[in-house]
């Protein structure tokens, strides 16, 4: 279902011609960076479908399987991390935050910050502590399969952002793994990226508890911990991750069909010009899309944290 509007044709679903551009700038800048055999990272693009009126029912019944094909035994690597932080007797819902919190926090560990390079496989990704949005949401979705849970990738192409959602109590719940976000409804129940999309202001009705999760990169701060750079990264999922003009779009990436992708490392964008270009033309489209102020020039955000309590 959808085949013709999946991977490189996402655009094709959309009507309205600015966002169809902006997925069409999305996918040149993705190409600039990794080129046209980049790898998984390029690779992956092909399970991908736009969230719309028309998919969303699909994408939220078959279109990701919840029969788990992994076989144990195959990762060792992942399943040695895996074992650090997934223990018997655990709920889904804490697996699935013990996991985000291990991924969260992979740019700790390894070469992070020393070498300048990206892609490779989920194992490679650990050792190098790797924090690409794009790369650390593979690993998480690798990761939680590994644990018996369902998952996969969001990508919020306009924005520039990739996230995951993760199968718990029945309930797809979405993840900003980057960052340690995520989202639960006024009862504690996960709330999905097509919940979000339906009511944006969800994030900011969120508890205490929940922020304690949350570890968001720069501007202002560069662990997370500064009051203004969550609110930041809080207003920048509202705004321009769940907008109303956003295409996000839903991946399936699985533990165990390595074999589908090649897993290249990558030092540096393949065409520096076209992905400057690209960066150009795709700024401009979010402004005539109306992406606020701020998302351009962090300087300009004057907004406080918000918190349910």
């Keep these: 279902m959808f085949k013709?509007?999946?991977?490189?044709?996402?655009?094709?679903?959309?009507?309205?011609?600015?966002?169809k551009r902006g997925v069409e700038l999305w996918l040149?800048?993705?190409?600039?960076?990794?080129?046209?055999?980049?790898?998984?990272?390029?690779?992956?693009?092909?399970g991908q479908l736009l969230l719309t009126e028309k998919t969303e029912e699909y994408i939220y019944s078959g279109f990701t399987p919840i029969e788990l094909k992994y076989q144990p035994g195959s990762r060792p690597f992942l399943e040695r991390l895996l074992g650090q932080v997934v223990k018997d007797g655990m709920s889904g819902r804490e697996k699935a935050l013990g996991i985000m919190r291990r991924v969260r926090d992979n740019r700790d560990s390894g070469l992070a910050g020393q070498l300048s390079f990206d892609g490779g496989t989920e194992e490679e990704l650990v050792k190098r502590g790797a924090s690409m949005c794009n790369e650390v949401a593979r690993l998480f979705v690798v990761l939680a399969q590994m644990a018996g849970l369902p998952a996969r990738c969001i990508g919020h192409h306009i924005s520039g952002h990739m996230t995951a959602e993760?199968?718990?109590?029945?309930?797809?719940?979405?993840?900003?793994?980057?960052?340690?976000?995520?989202?639960?409804?006024?009862g504690g129940e996960p709330r999905s990226a097509r919940d979000i999309l339906r009511d944006p202001k969800v994030l900011e009705r969120q508890t205490e508890e929940v922020w304690k999760d949350f570890r968001p990169l720069g501007p202002f701060s560069r662990d997370g911990t500064d009051l203004r750079q969550r609110a930041f990264n809080m207003a920048k999922a509202r705004d321009c991750y769940f907008r109303p003009e956003e295409a996000v779009c839903v991946g399936n990436y699985y533990a165990w069909d390595r074999e589908r992708y090649t897993y290249p490392w990558t030092a540096g964008a393949k065409d520096p010009g076209g992905?400057?270009?690209?960066?150009?033309?795709?700024?401009?489209?979010?402004?005539?899309?109306?992406?606020?102020?701020?998302?351009?020039?962090?300087?300009?955000?004057?907004?406080?944290?918000?918190?349910?309590?």
């Design 4 to 19: 013709d509007y999946m991977g490189r044709k996402q655009h094709l679903m959309l009507d309205d011609p600015l966002r």
């Design 275 to 309: 992905r400057a270009e690209a960066v150009r033309l795709e700024n401009l489209n979010r402004k005539a899309l109306g992406w606020p102020d701020y998302y351009f020039n962090h300087t300009l955000f004057d907004e406080e944290f918000r918190c349910a309590g």
């Design 28 to 46: 040149k800048r993705v190409l600039a960076f990794y080129g046209e055999g980049g790898g998984v990272d390029v690779e992956i693009i092909d």
């Design 166 to 186: 993760v199968t718990v109590e029945g309930r797809w719940w979405w993840m900003d793994v980057q960052k340690g976000m995520y989202c639960l409804g006024r």
